[in-house]
T-cell receptor, first 114, second 108 residues
Framework: GAGVSQSPSNKVTEKGKDVELRCDPI?????LYWYRQSLGQGLEFLIY????????KSGLPSDRFSAERTGGSVSTLTIQRTQQEDSAVYLC????????????FGPGTRLTVT | KNEVEQSPQNLTAQEGEFITINCSYS?????LHWLQQHPGGGIVSLFM???GKKKHGRLIATINIQEKHSSLHITASHPRDSAVYIC??????????FGTGTSLTVIP
């Protein structure tokens, strides 16, 4: 079956512009996670959804970051007024349910802010 | 202060060697994950542990909840095992904390 997909795979944007990153989870997976991996740094947890709700948004780096999920499926991560430090690979993962279930990762979106 | 510490940061082994990667954490957890990331590739979840030991093929993961420590072992290592191995812990609020990864190179 289809895995987690993300689009675009690469995005180059100018500083100050807004960007939207999309994640399509595995069908039937109710939990969806967003992570960031900056160059030379480790993975950073951003936010997770159980269904359409995000119980905790404290992992988002700043108020320029927002995420939503509608219909319990596709999620978008929006970064407003992008800064160079936002350059990273943004990874999405899904699992059957939030909790003790395996996560399946998407290929990521490489964001470069110039 | 990192909630998750991994060691070693880098590891080079000869094909066939037994490999151990260690992970220590400082937060209360509901589960610990071991992830594998190949160069230029995506991330694959290898194990999710809340207690004891799990085995998949040549890979073994153990966790000691009292000592807040986990190990990932690779038996009969092979060049295709070359990757970055990442330890991640999930707290009871479903937030994740990641180690910085162990870069493994297995030489033929």
């Amino acid at each position: 079956g289809a895995g987690v997909s993300q689009s675009p795979s690469n995005k180059v944007t100018e500083k100050g512009k807004d960007v939207e990153l999309r994640c399509d989870p595995i069908s039937g997976h109710t939990a969806l996670y967003w992570y960031r991996q900056s160059l030379g740094q480790g993975l950073e947890f951003l936010i997770y959804f159980q269904g359409n709700s995000a119980p905790d948004k404290s992992g988002l780096p700043s108020d320029r970051f927002s995420a939503e999920r509608t219909g319990g499926s596709v999620s978008t991560l929006t970064i407003q007024r992008t800064q160079q430090e936002d350059s990273a690979v943004y990874l999405c993962a899904s699992s059957l349910w939030a909790g003790l279930y395996e996560q399946y990762f998407g290929p990521g979106t490489r964001l470069t802010v110039t | 202060k990192n909630e998750v510490e991994q060691s070693p940061q880098n590891l080079t082994a000869q094909e066939g060697e037994f490999i151990t990667i260690n992970c220590s954490y400082s937060v209360g957890i509901s589960a610990l994950h071991w992830l594998q990331q190949h160069p230029g590739g995506g991330i694959v979840s290898l194990f999710m542990l809340s207690s004891g030991k799990k085995k998949h093929g040549r890979l073994i993961a153990t966790i000691n909840i009292q000592e807040k420590h986990s190990s990932l072992h690779i038996t009969a290592s092979h060049p295709r095992d070359s990757a970055v191995y990442i330890c991640a812990v999930r707290n009871t609020g479903n937030q994740f904390y990641f180690g910085t990864g162990t870069s493994l190179t297995v030489i033929p």
